[in-house]
């Protein structure tokens, strides 16, 4: 029996293993037969169809610049990385955007140093050319909540080791990551989707 409750998941978080329910919409499953979400939304165990998916949670908005926008990092290269926003100042997009996140002014590492593919990020909105959106994480309190592992896709979780300070409890990976400079990052996100009680 699954627990039948609405919750909210992110991109790469545990649902459940194929045995169980199968990889239904919103979803993925990987080599070893574990389901993931790959979208922000709540999840749906179908028990008649054994089935589990996640519905994507919408909310009409506009973007304008200096709005702090909820994202996810879906592609990334040494210097610029493809966010998809999904909402902003504290509501969740009906259209999902997407915006281009630049790398660290001044910082000869690559960007790949600061955020990964699957991360879930707080960013600024710094322009808007023809539609196109520029975001920026540098400033403190911007940054990744949600680390993705790039080998394995699990959640990470923030540790303190050389010069790591994430960590990969599945395939025991560390890695670094620009994070959000604030605690109860979880909390933080469940606000953002108007969860909060
Ligand atoms: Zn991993």
Redesign the pocket.
């Known amino acids: 029996m699954v627990e039948e409750k609405p919750q909210i998941v992110l991109p790469g978080e545990r649902l459940c293993v194929l045995e169980e329910f199968l990889s239904g919409k919103g979803t993925r499953v990987s080599a070893d037969g574990v389901v993931f979400a790959t979208v922000v939304g709540r999840v749906k165990f179908d028990r008649n169809k054994r089935e589990v998916h996640v519905e994507v949670i919408k909310e009409l908005d506009n973007i304008t610049v200096g709005d702090i926008v909820l994202g996810e990092v879906r592609e990334l290269q040494s210097k610029s990385a493809m966010i998809r926003i999904l909402g902003k100042n504290g509501r969740l997009l009906k259209h999902q955007r997407v915006a281009a996140l630049l790398a660290k002014p001044g910082s000869k590492e690559s960007l790949g140093h600061y955020v990964s593919v699957g991360d879930v990020i707080l960013a600024k909105v710094t322009s808007i050319i023809s539609g196109l959106l520029n975001v920026s994480i540098w400033e403190p309190g911007l940054g990744v909540i949600q680390a993705i592992?790039d080998?394995?896709?699990?959640t990470?979780t923030n540790v303190k080791k050389d010069k790591y300070n994430v960590y990969?409890p599945?395939?025991?990976?560390f890695d670094t990551r620009k994070m959000c400079a604030h605690h109860g990052n979880e909390k933080r996100l469940y606000s953002w989707l108007g969860l909060m009680t």
């Open positions: 592992c080998n394995c896709g699990s990470m990969c599945k395939c025991r990976k």
